[in-house]
């Protein structure tokens, strides 16, 4: 398949997470943060491993669960968190900080090479995602902005990790795996901390299998395909796509307003994308040339 099918594959993924948000609010049950996290990864998860058939051998289990909880349980806990203390545009701005995340954890994890272009993608793209998303009055919640970082550092762990632990299957799997992981972890604090689920609408159900199926396994399954072949710095800038698409969504579905600051904010967005893969691409050449396995 060649290169630039991948690489629009990859950015598929975090593109279609920007509609979480609209399937979350307009769709599902309302303040069950947990118990949504929780139906979006087990049940995608199960059917994977139904579909594969494929479950780890006895030394991987450890690092499966840490994974799915880096890149699942944790992430998505932090990141409801973070959207029911902050306003959207804070918490978007603030979790955008995960590619710089990225690069330094894969200068240390994975002994790759920062360069100037990759820092500077990834701090365009902060600035795009302030002005697509930040409003002019913005309240700091400190538990919020703390739940917003630590979900921004615990999927750039995730994104790192997932490139250095490659078990030798496929990158279905290895997504079936980690997605079972993270919701079998997230289950016992929905059952303890929250109310039953109340009767599911038509509507809900659909919410349901969309961020299951589409938002969750196949999304994923493209995520750490893509984090496979390229690796962590290449694909981390794509996730700038996220905002992006929900700001569009909004416009688009919800009637909400697009300024001339957000379209100004959507430019250095996808500018930021371009480059991010320009530094990526770079970085590993050179990381090649040097005999560094990335």
């Keep these: 398949m060649p290169q630039r099918t991948d690489l629009f594959l990859t950015a598929l993924a975090p593109a279609i997470w920007g509609s979480s948000y609209i399937v979350t ?19 995608a998860g199960l059917i994977l491993l139904a579909w594969t058939r494929v479950f780890p051998p006895m030394g991987w289990y450890g690092r499966v669960f840490i994974l799915g909880a880096l890149n699942f349980s944790i992430f998505w806990a932090m990141l409801f968190v ?24 894969a200068r240390f994890a994975l002994g790759r090479e920062m360069n100037a272009l ?59 795996w980690q997605l079972a992981a993270g919701g079998l972890l ?39 395909r893509g984090i496979a072949k390229f690796g962590p710095a290449t694909v981390t800038a794509f996730g700038f796509l ?31 994308v371009w480059m991010g893969q320009r530094a990526g691409r770079s970085a590993t050449e050179i990381s090649h040339k040097s005999g560094i396995i990335v």
């Design 186 to 224: 997230l289950l016992p604090f929905s059952l303890l901390l929250e109310p039953a689920l109340p009767r599911l609408t038509a509507t809900n159900i659909a919410g349901f299998a969309w961020l299951g199926l589409i938002g969750a396994a196949l999304t994923y399954f493209l995520w750490f």
């Design 118 to 176: 990759g820092i500077a993608a990834a701090l365009a793209g902060l600035v795009g995602v302030a002005l697509l998303v930040l409003g002019p009055n913005v309240a700091a919640d400190p538990v919020g902005i703390l739940a917003a970082l630590a979900g921004a550092a615990s999927m750039a762990a995730g994104t790192v990790l997932t490139r250095k632990w490659q078990p030798p299957v496929s990158a279905l799997s290895f997504t079936a």
């Design 25 to 43: 609010t307009q769709m599902l049950p309302q303040d069950m943060p947990l118990t949504v996290a929780m139906l979006r990864a087990l049940p």
């Design 242 to 272: 996220s905002p992006l698409t929900a700001v569009l969504l909004g416009w688009a579905l919800l009637g909400q307003v697009m300024t001339p600051v957000q379209g100004i904010g959507a430019a250095i967005v996808l500018a930021s």
């Design 82 to 105: 973070a959207a029911y203390r902050l306003p959207g545009g804070l918490a978007a701005t603030l979790g955008a900080v995960q590619p710089l995340l990225v690069l330094l954890l």
